[in-house]
């Protein structure tokens, strides 16, 4: 299904026949996710009283199970997350001291490294489908909007066949990377695709936002995490990566996006998935 696209080579044509691509990262890149994946667990086997102290504000830190969903708060998603965004990766200050600290900060290290591979990503992207220049119209655009999310599981004794039931993530794109199989990919002949990333890969997966942004010429990767019964424990790194609303103007036009307010979607899909927003103008 996939070329893996090299280090530093967006795969432009692949997510504009596909919806999704594969990439292997650059070595720091790789470094940061590992870093993430390897302290993940400590930090989410502590006790939930330990997890409860690390909030950071509304939309940052530590959520317990049963808060996100795909499709229905009736069928929530079967873990818990840790979330980082821009503004929340410079106050692990306010965390406990030991693993949850040390955790916040590899995924702030994380979050800087994956925000402007994802700026490329986009940037390829609207040259690529306008043949305009957009790298001093984009620089900086994610960072405020966009968001790093771990998300722990134990498949193993998931009450459900999914951990994550079909859906698409509403944002413009999501990078990916999984510690063990699960992830299905929605392909055009109505099955699914299981995709497992090395150490250095992560999935390219395009959003609703995207969609909406090329009046359908990029079309959203509808996906699905399978709760595998032989697995014991399952981590996941997220960008989730969206535009500043200002920046929403539609590079292509026409009658998908002609009434659409496409920035107010971009604040709005957190409410989607049962969250709240984290962005700012």
């Not at 708060?73 to 692990?92: C, Q």
């Not at 066949?161 to 859906?167: M, R």
Request: with cysteine.
């Amino acid at each position: 299904m996939f070329t893996i696209a090299r280090a530093g080579v967006p795969p432009v044509e692949q997510l504009i026949h596909q919806g999704c691509a594969l990439i292997e990262l650059g070595q720091p890149e790789a470094d940061a996710i590992s870093e993430v994946a390897s302290a993940a667990p400590s930090f989410f086997r502590l006790s939930h009283a330990e997890k409860a102290k690390c909030g950071l504000g509304p939309a940052a830190g530590y959520r317990p199970y049963g808060i996100e969903y795909s499709n229905s708060p009736e069928r929530p998603d079967e873990m818990e997350t840790f979330s980082t965004t821009a503004a929340s990766a410079s106050h692990s200050s306010g965390l406990p001291a030991g693993c949850a600290r040390d955790f916040h900060d590899r995924t702030a290290v994380a979050f800087g490294l994956l925000e402007p591979l994802a700026e490329r990503l986009v940037v390829a992207l609207a040259e690529n489908l306008t043949r305009r220049s957009w790298m001093e119209a984009l620089r900086g655009a994610l960072q405020s909007w966009s968001c790093l999310q771990v998300n722990h599981s134990r498949p193993s004794k998931a009450r459900s066949e999914f951990i994550n039931e079909i859906h698409e993530d509403g944002h413009f794109l999501t990078l990916a990377y999984a510690t063990a199989e699960g992830l299905e990919l929605a392909q055009a002949d109505g099955g699914f695709k299981s995709v497992r990333t090395a150490p250095n890969q992560m999935v390219i997966m395009l959003g609703g936002i995207a969609s909406l942004m090329t009046n359908g010429r990029l079309r959203p990767l509808y996906h699905r995490v399978r709760s595998v019964p032989t697995c014991k424990e399952r981590v996941s790194i997220l960008f989730f990566a969206d535009l500043a609303p200002n920046l929403c103007q539609p590079w292509i036009s026409g009658e998908i996006n002609r009434t659409v307010d496409i920035a107010a979607n971009v604040r709005a899909n957190p409410a989607r998935f049962g969250l709240q927003g984290h962005g700012t103008e």
